[in-house]
């Protein structure tokens, strides 16, 4: 009697263990490489959570994992929300070369452009090209403020770049600083500081809210722009959150109108201000610890001449192998940039 009287006791349990608290509620998982300390995690994803779960009235739950805490490297998380590892990833499309070859349109040389402008110019540029990321369901895709050389040395002219060596963030990056002479070592961002310190490289291409967030300018004297009327920086990178599709897809109509609402063009605005607004402490911890050198308008011609005879070529080479007309999307790109700027100039007019 009393074995029959525990067995149905621990039956009544496990039944009570299945259920969970509240069986309305939808528990996902947001993984991405990016530190706590960094804005992309505190300032953008943080935030994005706690307003999806706010406007799901409690019912969608996401635990954020920062710093590859479920494993991984940082060009495996975009496999990761996928194949539904994860629910959603921070990652850059750059990470995987070749997957993305269209967006990377975004990345060349003296394309970049305000992050307002070039966010809205994105998600026409998706709409235009939905192929790109038909395997999942896209969150935003966008860019940051640009990025400049944080270096350990002066550069002043464009043959001052011969002999050195810079960490790139992605392929397009590399072929640009292939271009000036000076060699590309490619690794993911928090890699960083450990190769300033270990000498491996000299500098490296990044914003300053990256910069800030890996005390770059602790390791470095030397912050290089370009001196330029339309763009200060070298160029943009692109980045994404990305959500699993079938995790999308098996979300009740209500909740999918939730991701919705903070998805794509709704957030493309906020996401630019997140990213302007995060470079300022960078900008002054740089500011205060090292030497802003521009490089003069001379130089930068023969740079942009340098940059877009082989990069934009080489790139519009490389994306033809993939059945991907590259020429067609530069004039695209631009053209939506040149259009959101108009926007957005006549915007502030009023």
């Not at 954020?64 to 994860?86: A, F, K, N």
């Not at 192929?131 to 400049?148: D, R, T």
């Not at 060699?183 to 310190?197: D, H, N, R, Y």
């Not at 990044?206 to 470095?220: G, N, Q, R, T, Y």
């Amino acid at each position: 009697m009393k074995n029959r009287a525990a067995f149905f006791m621990l039956a009544v349990v496990s039944i009570f263990l299945a259920i969970p608290l509240n069986a309305d509620e939808i528990r996902l998982k947001f993984h991405h490489m990016l530190p706590p300390v960094a804005p992309g995690h505190f300032a953008m994803s943080a935030p994005w959570v706690e307003k999806v779960e706010q406007n799901s009235g409690g019912r969608i739950k996401i635990d954020i994992y920062p710093s590859l805490h479920l494993g991984g490297q940082s060009p495996l998380l975009i496999d990761q929300v996928r194949e539904g590892v994860v629910d959603f990833v921070w990652t850059l499309p750059g990470y995987t070369p070749g997957r993305f070859p269209r967006i990377e349109v975004f990345e060349l040389p003296f394309v970049n452009s305000n992050p307002v402008v070039m966010n809205l110019a994105i998600a026409d540029f998706i709409d235009n090209h939905p192929e790109e990321f038909a395997e999942y369901k896209v969150i935003s895709v966008f860019v940051h403020a640009g990025n400049l050389i944080h270096s350990e040395v002066p550069i002043r002219t464009v043959e001052e770049f011969s002999g050195l060596k810079l960490r790139i963030p992605t392929r397009v990056a590399g072929w640009m600083v292939e271009a000036w002479g000076a060699t590309p070592i490619g690794t993911p961002v928090q890699k960083i500081p450990e190769m300033l310190s270990k000498g491996i490289v000299n500098g490296t291409l990044i914003p300053f809210e990256a910069s800030f967030a890996l005390k770059v300018h602790d390791m470095v004297d030397y912050h290089i722009f370009l001196d330029d009327p339309v763009r200060d920086r070298f160029n943009a990178q692109v980045l994404m959150i990305a959500m699993n599709s079938q995790t999308y897809s098996d979300l009740p109509e209500d909740l999918k109108a939730v991701i919705d609402a903070n998805s794509g063009r709704n957030i493309a605005r906020w996401m630019a201000d997140v990213w302007i607004n995060s470079e300022v402490p960078g900008e002054r911890a740089a500011r205060d610890s090292g030497e802003f050198v521009y490089l003069s308008p001379p130089e930068v011609s023969k740079l942009r001449a340098i940059t877009e005879e082989q990069v934009a070529e080489r790139w519009i080479s490389v994306v033809a192998k993939q059945g991907v007309d590259g020429e067609s999307l530069v004039n695209e790109a631009r053209e939506l940039i040149s259009h959101y700027s108009q926007v957005i100039a006549a915007q502030k007019e009023f």
